[in-house]
């Protein structure tokens, strides 16, 4: 198993950036694919970016290519969610996920972090 805790959520302008991070303890965190999904409230939870074992590949949803970047350090056990350009319709609640296998479900979720883009 592994534990996931996010943190970097903040309220921001729009245009600006954060910096999400997901922290991992457990089983050996390259072992794992890794995402990140947001939720608004009454909205299902959608995907936003996925990043393989090494970090080697990354795929991101339409909404978001070209403004955010995932990346992960193997040597500290963290993923990160670069997030620039921000618009207000990126508020939402971010979760960190995790999963063995590339194409099946994530099985491991964080609390989440609350992202606000004010206009």
């Known amino acids: 198993q592994v534990q996931l805790v996010e943190s970097g959520g903040g309220l921001v302008q729009a245009g600006g950036s954060l910096r999400l991070s997901c922290a991992a303890s457990?089983?050996?965190?390259?072992?794992?694919?890794m995402g990140w999904f947001h939720q608004v409230p009454g909205k299902e939870r959608e995907f936003v970016a996925g990043i393989s074992w090494s970090g080697g590949v990354t795929y991101y949803a339409d909404s978001v290519k070209g403004r955010f970047t995932i990346s992960r350090d193997n040597a500290k056990n963290t993923v990160y969610l670069q997030m620039n350009s921000l618009k207000p319709e990126d508020t939402a609640v971010y979760y960190c996920?995790?999963?063995?296998?590339?194409?099946?479900?994530?099985?491991?979720w964080g609390q989440g972090t609350q992202v606000t883009v004010s206009s």
């Open positions: 457990g089983r050996t965190f390259s072992s794992y694919v």
């Open positions: 996920a995790a999963k063995v296998n590339l194409g099946s479900s994530y099985d491991y």
